[in-house]
């Protein structure tokens, strides 16, 4: 039995497949996103119910490990006579994981907007979405951007569990060649080389970002 070695093509794969794990992340990020945005914006309404049901569903995804929203999207599904491809079974799993965090970063940040902001907005006989759109709304994105950068890399990582389903994002590339190759602190090693080049630059650009973004608060 001839075992192939760890080479170019096989460093190949694993970069195409990190593409894979980039794309997973994009939709992770923007499913999340939206349904995040949504979920902040019912968390901070005027009418209880609406608070407590957003509030609700942030504890829920919170609690639950990401791994079993995987298997309830992909497995549980399928028992229902659903039968989702692993990428779209990944991308709900990993867009319903994100919202909920999302949800809990961005109604924070709403709410850090100064009270004296929505008295004011008030005062002008604004309506709640105008107060929104003009007022609050963009001071609470400036704030956000670090954080939610910062999320962006537990994403990034987090997208490796998806290699349970089948789909072949970076972890399970590695997998898959480790197994052909029967050297695994070669493949690892570039498995965690390429993550960190896609995870370090965000980490520093939160950093950046928050630095700035205090420094300009601060005057």
């Known amino acids: 039995m001839t075992l192939k070695t760890f080479g170019l093509d096989q460093f190949g794969f694993l970069v ?11 939709i992770a990020l923007v499913g999340g996103g939206l349904l995040g945005f949504a979920v902040a914006l ?7 119910p609406v608070r407590i049901a957003a509030a609700t569903y942030i504890q829920v995804i919170q609690g639950i490990p990401v791994l079993m929203i995987l298997f309830l ?13 692993p990428l ?31 008295e004011a907005s008030e005062s002008l006989a604004m309506t709640r ?12 994105m400036r704030i956000s951007l670090p954080p939610t950068v910062g ?11 998806t290699s349970i389903i089948g789909f072949v994002e970076l972890a399970r590339a ?42 300009g608060s601060s005057r």
């Open 88 to 118: 779209c079974a990944a991308g709900a799993s990993m867009t319903i994981y994100a919202s909920g965090y999302l949800a809990e970063i961005w109604r924070g940040c709403i709410q850090a907007v100064p009270k004296q902001q929505w």
């Open 174 to 215: 590695g997998q898959l060649i480790n197994n052909a190759t029967f050297q695994p602190f070669r493949v690892f090693l570039a498995v965690a080389v390429l993550y960190f080049v896609v995870c370090y630059p965000l980490s520093q650009l939160s950093r950046l970002l928050e630095r700035r973004l205090h420094a």
């Open 129 to 140: 979405l105008q107060q929104y759109r003009y007022v609050i709304l963009p001071q609470a």
């Open 16 to 26: 195409f497949s990190l593409q894979w794990t980039i794309l997973l992340t994009v």
């Open 73 to 85: 999207s992909y497995y549980g599904l399928s028992l229902a006579g659903f039968e989702l491809p």
């Open 42 to 48: 019912a968390r901070t309404a005027h009418l209880k």
């Open 151 to 161: 999320f962006a890399v537990q994403v990034v990582k987090n997208t490796s569990i």
